[in-house]
């Protein structure tokens, strides 16, 4: 979570597989664009969605921090 300009934003990072994220880029823009919307369809909410490569999302032992609040408050 951040802020910007009173506005509170979240961006999920999705963690694609290898032959995805080989993709093309336009290919990785519609994987991004259809995350975003089934999120915003799902939640009601819209959420920036970020498509990162394998193994990029740290893997945490014993508890997981899921949420990287950034906003100061």
Known sequence: M???HNLD???LMVEVDEHVFSDKVGQLETWTKKVHHALESTLGI???VK???P???E???GKAR???D???L
């Open 2 to 4: 951040e802020r910007e």
């Open 9 to 11: 934003i979240m961006t």
């Open 46 to 48: 819209s959420i920036n």
């Open 51 to 53: 498509l990162v490569e």
């Open 55 to 57: 193994k990029t999302i």
């Open 59 to 61: 893997r945490s032992e």
């Open 66 to 68: 899921r949420v990287l």
């Open 70 to 72: 950034k906003r100061k």
